[in-house]
């Protein structure tokens, strides 16, 4: 799984965003308010994940066009050298 420059600093940006929230929150659990720390946890931990697992209308052109591409063309196997 390797990351594009984009992706790489997309990711940094939501880390930015997540680390924080992601102390606060085992800060918050510690303190006594461990649903809100929990709850917090998984806003933080989804903030990371769901860029990555989601697909957005913009990522659907080039889907469609991989897909296509790996019907129309296929590799050719080691035998057939």
Same mark, same amino acid.
């Given at each position: 799984?390797?990351?594009?420059?984009?992706?790489?600093?997309?990711?940094?940006?939501?880390?930015?965003?997540?680390?924080?929230?992601?102390?606060?929150?085992?800060?918050?659990?510690?303190?006594?308010?461990?649903?809100?720390?929990?709850?917090? =946890?998984?806003? /933080? !931990?989804?903030?990371? $994940?769901?860029? +990555?697992?989601?697909?957005? #209308?913009? &990522? =659907?052109?080039? /889907? !469609?066009?991989?897909? $296509?591409?790996? +019907?129309?063309?296929?590799? #050719?196997? &080691?035998?057939?050298?």
């Amino acid at each position: 799984m390797r990351l594009g420059i984009f992706e790489t600093i997309g990711l940094a940006a939501s880390l930015v965003f997540a680390i924080p929230l992601a102390l606060f929150s085992i800060e918050t659990a510690l303190a006594g308010q461990r649903a809100l720390g929990a709850g917090l =946890l998984v806003v /933080a !931990v989804l903030m990371v $994940v769901l860029p +990555r697992r989601l697909t957005t #209308p913009t &990522d =659907l052109p080039g /889907a !469609v066009a991989e897909r $296509v591409i790996g +019907r129309a063309v296929k590799e #050719p196997d &080691d035998d057939e050298s």
